[in-house]
C-alpha cells in the first residue's frame, strides 16, 4: 500500500506557464514533505521542502502548497522552463518512523518550448 | 567533495548469478541509504545505516537481499540469487542527519538488468 501517491505519470507544459505537479498522501502522521527532482542517468536531487505546521513555502519559481485536511501537496513552476524537464518526486517523512522518507512513484514533466 | 560514489553504473547478469552493488557515501555522513526505484513503485527505501550500523531493513524484499556496511566509507548490497524481478534502479544515499532528510544526497545509481 503506497503512502504517498503521484496519480499523473507524466505533465506536458509550454515554456513560461505554470506547472503544477500533485502529491497525495495517506498517513496522518506525516510531518514533513519533500520534492526532488531527477534527471535522466542522475540521481535525485533536493529541490524544495515544507512542515506541516505551514501551508505554503516559496523558494524562487517553486512554491509547495499543503492542504493537510485533503492530505494533498502540490508544487508549482511559474514559469517553467525547459530546464525544469525532469521526473518529479514528492517524498513525506514521520518523525514516529524516524523519519525515513517515503517517496512516491514520480511525475516526469517536460517543459516544450 | 565527489558526492556519493556509486559502481557499477549498469550490470547486466543472468538470472541466479550473485550481483553486488557498491557505494562509498559522502565523508563525514552518519547515514547511509540504499533505495530501488521502479516504474510502479518509485523510490522504495530498502535499509539504512547509521554509524555502519543497520537500522531498519524492513523494506528488504526478501532474503535473497543483503547490505553490509563495514565501514563508513563502504556498503555493499548483495543479491543472491538474482531474479528478472530485481531488475531496476538502485540508487545509495547518504546524509548528515536523519531529521526532515532535507539533505539526502544520491548518488547516480546502479541499473540493473537481470535478464
Known amino acids: 500500500d503506497q503512502q504517498v501517491k503521484q496519480n499523473s505519470p507524466s505533465l506536458s507544459v509550454q515554456e513560461g506557464r505554470i506547472s503544477i505537479l500533485n502529491c497525495d498522501y495517506t498517513?496522518?502522521?506525516?510531518?514533513?514533505f519533500l520534492w526532488y527532482k531527477k534527471y535522466p542517468a542522475e540521481g535525485p536531487t533536493f529541490l524544495i521542502s515544507?512542515?506541516?505546521?505551514?501551508d505554503k513555502n516559496e523558494d524562487g519559481r517553486f512554491t509547495v502548497f499543503l492542504n493537510k485536511s485533503a492530505k494533498h501537496l502540490s508544487l508549482h513552476i511559474v514559469p517553467s522552463q525547459p530546464g525544469d524537464s525532469a521526473v518529479y518526486f514528492c517524498?513525506?517523512?514521520?518523525?514516529?518512523?524516524?523519519?525515513?522518507?517515503?517517496f512516491g512513484s514520480g511525475t516526469r514533466l517536460l517543459v516544450r518550448p | 567533495d565527489a558526492g556519493v560514489i556509486q559502481s557499477p553504473r549498469h550490470e547486466v547478469t543472468e538470472m541466479g548469478q550473485e550481483v553486488t552493488l557498491r557505494c562509498k557515501p559522502i565523508?563525514?555522513?552518519?547515514?547511509l541509504f540504499w533505495y530501488r526505484q521502479t516504474m510502479m513503485r518509485g523510490l522504495e527505501l530498502l535499509i539504512y545505516?547509521?554509524?555502519?550500523?543497520?537500522?531498519?531493513d524492513s523494506g528488504m524484499p526478501e532474503d535473497r537481499f543483503s547490505a553490509k556496511m563495514p565501514n563508513a566509507s563502504f556498503s555493499t548490497l548483495k543479491i543472491q540469487p538474482s531474479e528478472p524481478r530485481d531488475s531496476a534502479v538502485y540508487f545509495c544515499?547518504?546524509?548528515?542527519?536523519?531529521?526532515?532528510?532535507?539533505?539526502?544526497?544520491f548518488g547516480s545509481g546502479t541499473q540493473l538488468s537481470v535478464l
Open positions: 498517513n496522518s502522521m506525516f510531518d514533513y
Open positions: 544515499a547518504s546524509s548528515p542527519t536523519m531529521l526532515g532528510n532535507e539533505k539526502l544526497f
Open positions: 545505516f547509521n554509524n555502519n550500523v543497520p537500522i531498519d
Open positions: 565523508s563525514g555522513h552518519d547515514y
Open positions: 517524498a513525506a517523512s514521520a518523525m514516529d518512523s524516524s523519519y525515513k522518507l517515503i
Open positions: 515544507i512542515s506541516s505546521i505551514k
